[in-house]
């Protein structure tokens, strides 16, 4: 064996083993440690949000891509309902010769009310309240749910 060479013995690698376990599970535990500063927040948008001013809103159904709701204004009287399917969350198309709106993804059909009819949906969708801000703007209370035949009149 030449002079230079090192030979691995038990001892040795135990003691190197265990050094390293030991390295190991310091660095764990300082991870579990710098994780528990980090706060475990859902950050989801607010419930609450304005949709713009009543005479902004033409009068119909209007999809409102970035809340995604329908409003439907008739004169002075808006409603707003839900365009999330109760089923996987797809967005539901507003068909207006049927007078129904369809899920693209697996095929509810949920009735103008928001009942849903066939497909796999469990649930209607859901309608909002809505109020006017002291500004003028309507706004969208989605953390309420309220009947079908609720309206907010002017
Ligand atoms: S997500 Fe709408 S039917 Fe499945």
């Known amino acids: 064996m030449k002079e230079n060479e090192r030979k691995i013995t038990r001892r040795f690698f135990f003691g190197v083993l265990g050094k390293t376990s030991i390295i190991v599970a310091l660095l764990a535990e300082a991870i579990g440690a710098i994780k528990a500063f980090i706060p475990k927040v859902l950050y989801e948008p607010p419930s ?3 949709i713009g001013k009543p005479e902004d809103i033409p009068e119909g159904i209007t999809f409102l891509p970035q809340h995604r709701l329908y409003i439907f204004r008739n004169n ?15 967005i539901v198309d507003w068909k207006p ?58």
Not at 76 to 90: E, Q
Not at 115 to 134: D, E, Q, R, V
């Open 76 to 90: 002075d009287d808006f409603h707003a309902i839900s365009a999330v399917c109760t089923h996987l969350k797809c």
């Open 97 to 154: 010769d049927q007078r129904e709106f369809y899920c693209p993804c697996h095929g509810s059909i949920f009735s103008q009310a928001g009942i849903n009819l066939t497909g796999p949906a469990p649930k209607p969708l859901p309608w909002y309240p809505l109020s006017l801000a002291p500004d003028g703007n309507l706004v969208i209370d989605s953390s309420k749910q309220v009947k079908p035949d609720y309206k907010y009149s002017l």
């Open 48 to 50: 609450k949000f304005k």
